[in-house]
């Protein structure tokens, strides 16, 4: 079945931007292949989640692209990260220096608030209600 596999960020920097994802989120690192071309190909992806899904992490390459890092969505959500704990999430995330842009907030699709990511792309991180799986 057709399914989305990997999305790009733009990032500054590869190591800065593996250690963000991989420490403070929680993610783990899938790939790290040097190209031989001074470029790499990056993967993250949330623990647990399902082969084949993650993020690419694209080091910026030209002014046009060095531009785009931190505003991929112009200021919008762009990225919702789903999860089983939101408290435990929330804290760990806090505690490792996550910049979150508002309190925990309950809605009937479930408890959610918005962060941003080490270059200021805004993610969504979400518990869904039961209703929403």
Known sequence: MPH?????LVVRDYD????????????ELVEDTDRGDASRWVVVRPRGSAPGTGLLLARAKDVTQLASVGAQTGGRVGFFLHTEDFAGDHARMTAAGVRFMEEPRHEPYGSVAVFEDLYGNRWDLLQPAEAHR
């Not at 800065?16 to 993610?27: C, K, P, Q, R, S």
Request: glycine residues 6%; aromatic residues 18%; hydrophobic residues 65%.
């Open 4 to 8: 989305i596999a990997l999305v790009t």
């Open 16 to 27: 800065e931007a593996i250690a963000f994802y991989t420490d403070a989120l929680g993610f």
